[in-house]
């Protein structure tokens, strides 16, 4: 157990709609990473927090977005549904230092109907 | 664009049968190596870190070593308990961590 809790576990919904992803990450970390994780792409960085404020962002559609709150959890808001957008989606977290290893959450699984 | 190419992307190995994994690497400023293990539908679970060329760590049977273009993941002596996807990622100076495509590592008894 990593200690980063992610809910929910599963998540199906139909093309077009909204959902939130929801990360606590470890007692102490104050960064939060979001990864999508699919078949042909393997694990792609999409965008990090650090103590509230987006600190670096990769290859994250203008669809998603995501926001880091004062008790630190982070949500990954995900709009107008694609299939292709069905996938795993894993919070990370890491200390104080900016090079510090990640630990992974268990991950939420999206499939898109 | 930093890239993380892992090789080969399936091994099946006997129990005991000892062998590595390759991860080549390029990437804007290195800050870090790391290895992870996956199971299927489980989040990455942190092995090593490497920081620089000639760094080596050793957890059980596994040993990660670092050189300036390429780390090997060595399994030593392997058990069934060891299969998993094993994931290279590097971390550079613009705090992005670029993972690799994995390795998918099975062991039988």
């Known amino acids: 157990d990593s200690g980063v809790t992610q809910t929910p576990k599963h998540l199906i919904t139909a093309t077009g709609q909204r959902v939130t992803l929801r990360c606590s990450p470890r007692?102490?970390?104050?960064?939060v990473y979001w990864y999508q994780q699919s078949l042909d792409q393997g694990l792609q960085f999409l965008i990090q927090y650090y103590n509230g404020e987006e600190r670096a962002k990769g290859n994250i559609l203008e669809r998603f977005s995501a926001q880091q709150f004062p008790d630190l959890h982070s949500e990954l808001n995900l709009s107008s549904l694609e299939l292709g957008d069905s996938a795993l989606y894993f919070c990370?977290?890491?200390?104080?230092?900016?090079?510090?290893?990640?630990?992974f959450g268990p991950g939420t699984r999206l499939t898109v109907l | 664009e930093d890239q993380v190419t892992q090789s080969p992307e399936a091994l099946r190995l006997q129990e005991g049968e000892s062998s590595s994994l390759n991860c080549s690497y390029t990437v804007s400023g290195l800050r870090g190596l790391f290895w992870y293990r996956q199971d299927p539908g489980k989040g990455p679970e942190f092995l090593f870190t490497l920081y620089s060329a000639g760094e080596e760590k050793e957890k059980e049977r596994l040993k990660a070593t670092l050189t300036k273009k390429e780390s090997f993941l060595h399994i030593t002596a392997p058990k069934p308990e060891d299969s998993a996807t094993y994931l290279c990622a590097v971390h550079n100076a613009g705090n992005m961590l670029t993972f690799g495509g994995g390795t998918r590592l099975m062991v039988k008894p």
């Open positions: 990370a977290s890491s200390g104080v230092g900016i090079y510090n290893e990640q630990f």
């Open positions: 007692s102490g970390d104050l960064s």
